[in-house]
């Protein structure tokens, strides 16, 4: 249990890199092929809905496994 802790815990480090990441590759993407900003920012939107739910599921597992550990 202890080492699924530590994974979440390397998992949510991850997203928040990729939180900080992504905009910058985008940008840098939109920068080279000078396209329409309202399809990255949907893609940007997109994507951190989907980290966000990601994140969300991690804190709920980790929620559970906090108060399972806690029954025994």
């Known amino acids: 249990m202890d080492n699924?802790?530590?994974?979440?815990?390397?998992?949510?480090k991850i997203s928040g890199i990729v939180l900080v990441i992504l905009p910058v590759v985008l940008g840098f993407i939109r920068w080279l092929t000078d396209s329409d900003k309202t399809v990255f920012l949907i893609i940007w939107i997109m994507f951190m809905f989907l980290i966000a739910v990601y994140l969300?599921?991690?804190?709920y597992l980790e929620h559970y496994l906090k108060n399972r550990g806690g029954r025994q």
């Open 4 to 12: 699924l802790r530590a994974k979440n815990k390397r998992r949510i």
């Open 56 to 59: 969300v599921s991690i804190e």
